[in-house]
């Protein structure tokens, strides 16, 4: 029964390329987490999907991010021209449900980007 | 979602009992507490939640108080391996989006 799957581990970019970060949700979870935490920092919420929705995006920036959870495939997080800033780990995690009680999130092991 | 408390750093000897407190003295009635941890930079990982029962599962136990405005994890035999960040988080159980606000967080060092 494999866990949340997240690809690549690892991601070096230059700035102004696109950085493509893929979350694989455990299997039968059709609700989809996306995190980021900065250097020396704790874990913030960026955006909440449901199959082909975006239920809450209200911590993603105003610009240059992305995300999608396609009817099928993986979501996908998408960093459009990158700066050092962006420099982080980005965690996926999923959840059966969503939002009810005992529904908790399990979480990938993260994809570390790193902008040079 | 209500804000949580707790001390940024523990020590517990390995084989004792690590008590990890939590304040949420603002938690409302819908609110559940949850707890996680992260292991060394890894994907955090669920522990326990509970609303205002006590709660007790493979992993550790949750003791909430009456007022339910704190609470304290208890893992009952510390191991090395469970250094790691404790994160105490509140959350709606339904009606929201179901995300999750992690604060600083709980550093608890397990030593020999």
């Known amino acids: 029964n494999a866990g949340v799957m997240q690809n690549p581990r690892h991601l070096v970019r230059r700035r102004g390329q696109e950085a493509r970060l893929r979350c694989s949700p455990m299997k039968g979870h059709s609700h989809v987490y996306w995190y980021r935490q900065l250097p020396e920092e704790g874990l913030k919420f960026m955006v909440y999907l449901q199959k082909e929705n975006i239920i809450d995006e209200s911590g993603m920036p105003k610009e240059r991010f992305s995300a999608e959870f396609p009817k099928e495939g993986p979501s996908i997080l998408r960093i459009q021209q990158v700066v050092r800033g962006d420099s982080a780990a980005y965690f996926c995690?999923?959840?059966?449900?969503?939002?009810?009680?005992?529904?908790?999130?399990?979480f990938g092991p993260g994809t570390r980007l790193t902008v040079l | 979602d209500a804000k949580t408390t707790q001390p940024p750093s523990m020590d517990c000897a390995e084989g004792r009992a690590a008590n990890l407190p939590c304040n949420h003295s603002?938690?409302?009635?819908?609110?559940?507490v949850y707890w996680y941890r992260q292991i060394h930079s890894q994907g955090p990982q669920y522990i326990i939640h509970g609303l205002k029962n006590n709660e007790t599962n493979e992993m550790a136990s949750l003791i909430i108080t009456e007022d339910r405005k704190s609470s304290t994890l208890i893992l009952p035999h510390a191991t090395l391996r469970d250094t790691a960040v404790y994160y105490c988080?509140?959350?709606?159980?339904?009606?929201?989006?179901?995300?999750?606000?992690f604060g600083q967080g709980t550093t608890l060092q397990v030593k020999p």
């Open positions: 603002t938690i409302s009635g819908n609110e559940y």
């Open positions: 995690a999923s959840s059966p449900q969503g939002n009810r009680p005992g529904d908790e999130q399990f």
């Open positions: 988080i509140v959350r709606v159980g339904s009606g929201n989006t179901g995300k999750l606000i």
